[in-house]
């Protein structure tokens, strides 16, 4: 033993030690590098998890620009943000800016990027968290609410990220950020105008980051399970009524914040796809593509389930 410590152990320790300290520093300049002073857009910043966003990105100095459908509900959410500044007292922090208008209506995409460019004159990071969801039957859904749910979470998102791009590719930086879900990666009955939205998502954002990687501009997809929000309260119904009701699934989610703080972290660690949810979610996952036969009869069993209680 004493002859091993003597030869070649303590030179090999230390230089261990060495290289773990060094991983260590690396770790934490690539965790601090990217969002103070940083123009970060959050869509869907009145409520919810983007609202959670808002306040973490803020606290780590960002400037932000919150867009939504609601001026006065994003206002609400500015002076909470100003007023928590005092609070912070580590680090500078920065009056938020607002952009108002509807994700579902194309014609007003491109005029909300202008206003967000005009902002700041860039945006570094573009969070595409804004989103609605749905319950219903496909038989009794019609073609239009489809299409609704479709240009909220697929098409404005797309619509925005493309009119935000060309400025990004020619200061050759920038991120794009896209909240999708679980439900972008397996399909659930009863949502099929949400998981078919997130599944464009995933698509659409796994070739963008392709497509855009050379130019320095990295795309985080982030899945989320459940998360304890108004979305279910907010989600839209076969008819397009809204369906008004706090699931027990939503009410038992993750906490917003710890959500919007995975969020920060995969920004700062420009993440390419990130999970976040229980075994459960990411066994599906996994069984979705290894053994799609049982995946299958699990959700025919679920929808039937789902149907019994409805008919009760
Ligand atoms: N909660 C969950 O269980 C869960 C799970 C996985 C993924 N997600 C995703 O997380 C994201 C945020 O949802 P949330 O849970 O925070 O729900 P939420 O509390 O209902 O918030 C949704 C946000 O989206 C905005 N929004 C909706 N329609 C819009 C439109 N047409 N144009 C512009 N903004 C619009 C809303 O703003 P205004 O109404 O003020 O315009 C609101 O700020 C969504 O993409 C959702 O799919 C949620």
Not at 171 to 188: E, F, L, P
Not at 233 to 238: K, Q, R, Y
Request: glycine content about 8%.
């Amino acid at each position: 033993m004493e002859r091993v410590m003597g030869g070649g152990a303590l030179p090999l320790l230390l230089t261990s030690l060495g290289v773990l300290l060094l991983y260590r520093v690396l770790v934490r300049l690539r965790r601090g590098a990217s969002v103070r002073g940083a123009v970060v857009v959050i869509t869907g910043a009145s409520s919810g998890l983007g609202k959670e966003c808002a306040r973490v990105f803020h606290a780590a100095g960002a400037r932000l620009v919150l867009c939504g459908r609601d001026a006065a509900r994003l206002q609400e959410v500015v002076q909470e943000l100003n007023a928590s500044s005092t609070d912070i007292q580590q680090q500078q922090t920065f009056p938020p800016s607002t952009v108002v208008f509807d994700l579902a209506k194309a014609d007003t995409v491109e005029k909300a990027a202008e206003e967000i460019l005009k902002c700041h004159g860039h945006v570094d990071v573009l969070v595409n968290n804004a989103g609605i969801s749905y319950r219903g039957n496909i038989l009794d859904t019609h073609v239009s609410v489809q299409r609704d749910v479709m240009e909220t979470n697929y098409f404005g998102p797309i619509a925005l990220t493309q009119a935000l791009l060309p400025s990004m590719v020619q200061r050759r930086s920038g991120h794009i950020v896209v909240i999708s879900s679980v439900q972008g990666k397996i399909a659930i009955p009863y949502r099929s105008a949400y998981a078919a939205s997130k599944h464009a998502t995933q698509a659409y954002f796994d070739c963008l980051r392709a497509e855009i990687g050379h130019f320095g501009i990295p795309v985080t997809v982030i899945s989320p399970g459940y998360i304890r929000t108004n979305l279910s309260v907010n989600a839209v119904t076969g008819d397009g009524s809204k369906y008004g009701v706090v699931d027990k699934t939503t009410a038992s989610g993750w906490d917003p914040r710890d959500v919007a703080g995975a969020v920060l972290k995969a920004v700062r660690q420009k993440s390419k796809d990130v999970v976040l949810a229980g075994p459960l979610p990411t066994v599906a996952i996994y069984l979705r593509t290894l053994w799609p036969a049982l995946f299958f009869r699990l959700m025919s069993s679920r929808a039937r389930k789902e149907q019994k209680r409805k008919d009760e």
